[in-house]
């Protein structure tokens, strides 16, 4: 089990608890505000684009060629970017943070 912190753009903050899945999908299904998933999580869209708190890049492990790629198409992207649909669950990301981008 893993708590994950999304920020919004408002700065509200919501812990959320998941097992299994995508982060994406913990997020959708606790209404998180920001991410919207329109793909399914197949990584064609970027409406799940976060900023992993800087600390903490290596809980999420690399960023893949495809997921780079979909990102350069955003103009909000930066070095702590990730694309939630992308991040898998796990008890490694209890405690994450994640500020969700514009």
């Known amino acids: 089990m893993a708590k994950i912190t999304f920020i919004t753009s408002n700065e ?3 812990t959320v608890e998941g097992h299994q899945g995508s982060v994406m999908e913990l997020a959708v299904e606790n209404n998180i505000e ?3 998933g329109d ?3 197949v990584c064609s869209c970027a409406t799940c684009h976060v900023y992993v708190a800087s600390d ?3 809980k999420t492990g690399a960023i893949s ?3 780079k ?3 350069e198409l955003d103009d ?3 070095e702590l ?3 939630c649909c992308q991040i898998t669950l796990s008890d490694d990301l209890d405690g994450l943070i994640l500020t969700i981008a514009p």
């Open 69 to 71: 790629d979909m990102l």
């Open 81 to 83: 970017s990730r694309l």
């Open 76 to 78: 909000n992207v930066t």
């Open 65 to 67: 060629e495809i997921e």
């Open 12 to 14: 509200q903050s919501t």
């Open 56 to 58: 903490q890049l290596d």
């Open 34 to 36: 920001g991410i919207d």
């Open 39 to 41: 793909c399914g999580g």
